[in-house]
Nanobody, 118 residues
Framework: QVQLVESGGGLVQPGGPLRLSCAVSGTIFTPFSTFDMGWYLQAPGKQRDLVALITSGNSTKYADSVKGRFTITRDNAKNTVYLQMDSLKPEDTAVYYC?????????WGQGTQVTVSS
């Protein structure tokens, strides 16, 4: 069973940085390197939206609202994907979820809260 565990969330002041990590386990039969990995956010009362995506081939895609501020990377040796968030804004406040996808198989983490406030 593939499991995703996010970490690194918390309270940060506007303009500050934060780095989220997502550790993936249970990928013995399907290597982590073959998954497309994504970060999504969900604010209260809103739908879950894509923040950033990194494919198995290391192509990246970002939501317009985070371009130039957020960077997604992956370390296949550590089965981990990261989201470096810089110049954070109050509107970035949300629960951030890690996602792993390969064909019809989609897995989610439990989410980590990010709050941007002074």
């Amino acid at each position: 069973q593939v499991q995703l565990v996010e970490s690194g969330g918390g309270l940060v002041q506007p303009g500050g940085p934060l780095r989220l990590s997502c550790a993936v386990s249970g990928t013995i039969f399907t290597p982590f390197s073959t998954f497309d990995m994504g970060w999504y956010l969900q604010a209260p009362g809103k739908q879950r939206d894509l923040v950033a995506l990194i494919t198995s081939g290391n192509s990246t895609k970002y939501a317009d609202s985070v371009k130039g501020r957020f960077t997604i990377t992956r370390d296949n040796a550590k089965n981990t994907v990261y989201l470096q968030m810089d110049s954070l804004k109050p509107e970035d406040t949300a629960v951030y979820y890690c996602n792993a996808a390969k064909r019809a198989y989609i897995y989610w983490g439990q989410g980590t809260q990010v709050t941007v406030s002074s």
